[in-house]
């Protein structure tokens, strides 16, 4: 079942690629006592998650901070290295948090999921944003399918 309103976060561990290497990062600690807008993509390096989907909440990092977000983090079932070379060339620096579920494990936990085998991409994320204030979600929107609209940087500015 898809993440809901009133939802805890569910507790996993997620991976972000560092200079010293790949580290775990808790669920909970990522939430625990923080406004965070979780936005997550079908993966890395593709079109409307590098042209539009991505760049979005860097270029709406500021306004996102100024109306309470503590911490702004892109998911993809992808490998941290993937997440931190995707981030190195989307020129992010501290504006948004690059996480990697690269076993799909907090993607299923959250309902999210998306079977894109027959495209040869395997499982994958949804495209979709949530925003969750100590670790419990206040707002989550789902894409349809090849749309871009619910889970955009200005989409989520709105219900702030």
Same mark, same amino acid.
Not at 6 to 31: N, R
Not at 61 to 79: F, P, Q, R
């Given at each position: 079942m898809t993440?809901q309103?009133?939802?805890?976060?569910? $507790?996993?561990?997620? +991976?972000?690629?560092?200079?010293?290497g790949?580290?775990?990062?808790?669920?909970?600690?990522?939430f625990?006592?923080?406004?965070?807008?979780?936005?997550?993509v079908?993966?890395?390096?593709t079109?409307?998650?590098?042209?539009?989907?991505?760049?979005?909440?860097?270029?709406?990092?500021?306004?996102?901070?100024?109306?309470?977000?503590?911490?702004?983090?892109? +998911?993809?079932?992808?490998d941290?290295?993937? +997440?931190?070379?995707w981030?190195?060339d989307? @020129?992010?620096?501290?504006?948004?948090? +690059?996480?990697?579920? @690269?076993?799909?494990?907090f993607?299923?936990?959250?309902?999210?999921?998306?079977?894109?085998?027959?495209?040869g991409? !395997?499982?994958?994320c949804?495209?979709?944003?949530?925003?969750?204030?100590d !670790?419990?979600?206040?707002?989550?929107a789902?894409? $349809?399918?090849?749309?871009?609209?619910?889970?955009? $940087?200005?989409a989520?500015l $709105?219900?702030?």
């Amino acid at each position: 079942m898809t993440i809901q309103v009133g939802d805890s976060i569910p $507790a996993t561990k997620l +991976m972000q690629a560092t200079a010293e290497g790949p580290k775990e990062v808790s669920t909970e600690e990522l939430f625990a006592g923080k406004t965070v807008v979780l936005f997550g993509v079908p993966g890395a390096f593709t079109p409307t998650c590098s042209a539009k989907h991505l760049p979005g909440f860097v270029t709406q990092a500021e306004a996102l901070k100024a109306k309470g977000v503590d911490t702004i983090a892109c +998911m993809s079932v992808n490998d941290a290295f993937v +997440m931190g070379a995707w981030g190195r060339d989307q @020129g992010i620096t501290d504006q948004v948090v +690059m996480l990697a579920d @690269g076993s799909a494990v907090f993607t299923k936990a959250l309902g999210l999921e998306l079977d894109l085998t027959a495209r040869g991409l !395997g499982l994958r994320c949804q495209r979709f944003a949530l925003v969750a204030k100590d !670790g419990k979600v206040t707002h989550v929107a789902v894409e $349809a399918a090849g749309a871009f609209e619910v889970s955009k $940087a200005e989409a989520i500015l $709105a219900v702030l």
